[in-house]
T-cell receptor
């Protein structure tokens, strides 16, 4: 079946602009995670959604970052007033439940100039 | 928070050689996954192995949860095995998030 998909695959934006990144999880997966991978920080957790529960936002680096998940499926990660340090690959993952194997999408490479 | 250490950080092999990658973690976990990140950046699932031993073709993995380590074995390596291997562990935070904490990876280069 189809895996996790993300769009766009690449995004170049100017400092100060807002960006939206999209994630389509595997059908039937109730848990959805956002991570990011950067040279200085490695792979780090950002935010987690599980069903209709309140999301775990403990990994978001600043209040410029937000995410939503509509209808228990598609998720959007929004970064406002982007900074150069936001440049990274943003990865989405989904799983059948919170204690199941996570599957990752191909990522969105964000470059802030 | 939990610490995840991988060794070695870098490894160069000749095609056909065998290798063992290690992952140590500092606390009890209920999820452990091994990934291969290919040159295009895609994280490919290798094993979901919070405990025990699993095998898939030339790859196998063993996790000894009581001693807080996991090993990934690669036999008869091929050039397509090149890339970064990540170990990631998850903990059950009161029944909620099972976020993965990643190690820093092992960069493997298999030479023909």
């Amino acid at each position: 079946g189809a895996g996790v998909s993300q769009s766009p695959s690449n995004k170049v934006t100017e400092k100060g602009k807002d960006v939206e990144l999209r994630c389509d999880p595997i059908s039937g997966h109730t848990a959805l995670y956002w991570y990011r991978q950067s040279l200085g920080q490695g792979l780090e957790f950002l935010i987690y959604f599980q069903g209709n529960s309140a999301p775990d936002k403990s990994g978001l680096p600043s209040d410029r970052f937000s995410a939503e998940r509509t209808g228990g499926s598609v998720s959007t990660l929004t970064i406002q007033r982007t900074q150069q340090e936001d440049s990274a690959v943003y990865l989405c993952a989904s799983s059948f439940g919170p204690q199941h194997e996570q599957y990752f999408g191909p990522g969105t490479r964000l470059t802030v100039t | 928070g939990i610490q995840v250490e991988q060794s070695p950080p870098d490894l160069i092999l000749q095609e056909g050689a065998n290798s063992t990658l290690r992952c140590n973690f500092s606390d009890s976990v209920n999820n452990l996954q091994w990934f291969h990140q290919n040159p295009w950046g895609q994280l490919i699932n290798l094993f979901y192995i919070p405990s025990g031993t699993k095998q898939n073709g030339r790859l196998s993995a063993t996790t000894v949860a009581t001693e807080r380590y996991s090993l990934l074995y690669i036999s008869s390596s091929q050039t397509t095995d090149s890339g970064v291997y990540f170990c990631a562990v998850g903990m059950n935070y009161g029944g909620a998030t099972n976020k993965l904490i990643f190690g820093t990876g092992t960069l493997l280069a298999v030479q023909p």
